[in-house]
């Protein structure tokens, strides 16, 4: 992994040609009512990535934080990278579910947009419960995914959840190669196996709850385990700063999450220093926990999934 930048790249570069801003803001579990001045102080911060999703109930008042952004000059469509994601549908209901979140978000297309979990729920179906859950279809899927490539109104498609064997297993019959995967990645879940394979393929890895997610049902502290503060302490840097400049060093974007403005922009504090060596390969001690254990998907006769083993292939 690359160490040694003083200055760490405000984009990367995706293999469809487009760059994906190293630093984003997520959406999950930010109320109603509170993410739209939450996605509006980010991108007056800095921010130009608002990551999304359906299933979080909250892009129709992010849609109208855009329009205000864009119609008041704050910033233009074309500087901003907007990431969503497909959750409930079969295959042929892709292009409607891509169609209804642009309406919500009241954009013409989408950046990146990403099957959310290697399993679908039924249409119609909210939620994550284990009886809504099906078999994904991914060959049929992705090629739903492709169409809207093709078309213009997805600029890069991408997966997200997938575990290194489901990411290589996409890969064997994918046209269009997967430009990113999005999945839990910080200093207590490092994902080292998952970040090779992304890197020899030409995948870029996003992680997301790249904090650990305080304040929801993932299970975990990340910001009180002792090397990151001891890094911190080292670098008169918060815990915060020091595990999200972690991702970026090793060669991942990251989406933290806030609706806390002071926060949101401490997040985006993190291009004019580093972790020298010898502290980041201090953080590779660092004991490894899945914090987002999918718990939810599994179950012995309507999931697809009957044990966290097959969700993540062993990966956990």
């Avoid at 200055?7 to 293999?15: G, H, Q, S, V």
């Avoid at 490092?190 to 992304?198: G, I, K, M, R």
């Avoid at 926060?263 to 980041?280: G, Q, V």
Wanted: glycine share 6%; aromatic share 8%; net charge neutral.
């Amino acid at each position: 992994m690359e160490t040694e930048i003083n200055k760490a790249p405000l984009y990367f570069d995706l293999n469809t040609g487009a760059k994906i801003p190293s630093v984003g803001l997520g959406t999950w579990k930010a109320s109603p009512g509170v993410v739209g001045q939450a996605v509006i102080a980010a991108v007056k911060a800095g921010y130009r990535h608002i990551d999304c999703a359906r299933v979080y109930d909250n892009e129709k008042e992010v849609g109208n934080a855009l329009k205000e952004l864009f119609s008041s000059g704050v910033v233009k469509r074309s500087e901003m990278f907007i990431t969503s994601k497909l959750c409930d549908h079969v295959p042929e209901d892709v292009s409607k579910s891509l169609s209804k979140t642009l309406q919500d978000l009241q954009l013409d297309y989408i950046d990146l947009y990403l099957i959310h979990w290697p399993f679908r729920t039924k249409p119609g179906s909210r939620g994550w419960d284990p009886a809504v859950m099906a078999p994904l279809c991914l060959p049929e899927t992705w090629a739903a995914m492709e169409g809207l490539f093709a078309s213009g109104q997805a600029r890069a498609i991408g997966v997200s959840n997938f575990s290194t064997k489901k990411l290589e297993d996409l890969l064997k019959f994918a046209k269009v190669p997967p430009a990113v995967n999005q999945v839990e990645c910080h200093p207590v879940w490092q994902q080292p196996a998952l970040h090779n394979l992304c890197k020899s393929t030409g995948v870029h890895l996003t992680a997301y709850s790249p904090l650990g997610s305080p304040g929801s049902w993932v299970k975990g502290e990340i910001l009180k385990e002792p090397i990151l503060i001891e890094v911190a302490e080292k670098l008169s840097k918060s815990p915060a700063q020091v595990a999200l400049r972690w991702g970026i060093q090793s060669g991942h974007s990251v989406l933290p999450k806030s609706v806390n403005e002071s926060r949101i922009k401490e997040n985006l504090s993190l291009f004019d220093w580093c972790i020298p060596p010898e502290l980041f390969s201090k953080l590779s001690g660092i004991h490894q926990q899945r914090l987002l254990q999918g718990d939810f998907a599994i179950h012995e006769t309507c999931s697809p999934y009957k044990s966290l083993e097959e969700l993540w292939d062993g990966e956990i």
